[in-house]
């Protein structure tokens, strides 16, 4: 066999091992997914937040089709309260108003004392899914992306791509996580 193949069909079953042990650890504790990352990062090995979820909704399908029901109803029981806390609440409604005033998501972090993720975890996942006024919805992401528009210019060594200029007279809009042009309308 050839041996990249077979480094390769070493490290898909490593890789279904780790999903299978995060699995398991859910269903045996109904830990949230923070929580499941902390622990397996402090007994097993390094993971994130991000990346646990990413494992159980993308790849536990893929592997086992039963766990995964199990797994989905207790992420689904513990996403609830996440959003019904007043703490969490509050530091949504906290972070939109900063980021309204014209604050950044790092002054807001700052100002909060909260993290670059999770203040816009706060923005863009939970306040997003509220139902609240569609108007509202729509400036915060028009901040969002003048904010995403800004740093790519600041970061660009005044690069004329990255000039803001370019981005505002050429429609720039995001699309799949990559800048993608469209005709003026």
């Known amino acids: 066999m050839d041996e990249s193949l077979e480094r390769k069909i070493d490290e898909d079953e490593l890789l279904k091992q780790k999903v299978l042990l995060i699995a398991d650890y859910v269903i045996e504790t109904g830990a949230s997914t923070r929580k499941t990352a902390k622990y397996i990062s402090e007994n097993h090995f390094k993971i994130s937040n991000c990346t646990v979820s990413k494992y159980l909704n993308e790849l536990l399908p893929k592997v086992d089709a039963e766990r995964f029901k199990k797994v989905k109803s207790i992420i689904k029981k513990n996403t609830p309260e996440t959003m019904q806390t007043i703490t969490v609440r509050k530091r949504m409604y906290e ?17 909060l004392g909260e993290t670059e993720w999770t203040v816009y975890n706060d923005i863009q996942n939970r306040f997003m899914k509220l139902e609240t006024d569609e108007k509202l919805k729509e400036d ?7 904010h995403s528009i800004e740093n790519l210019c600041n970061q660009s060594g005044n690069s004329p791509y990255f000039d803001k200029k370019y981005f505002e007279t050429h429609n720039v809009e995001r699309e799949n996580g990559r800048f993608k042009s469209f005709p003026k309308k």
Do not use: D, F, M, R
């Open 95 to 111: 972070s939109v108003s900063l980021l309204l005033k014209g604050y950044t998501i790092k002054e807001i972090a700052l100002e």
């Open 140 to 146: 915060v992401k028009k901040t969002l992306k003048n």
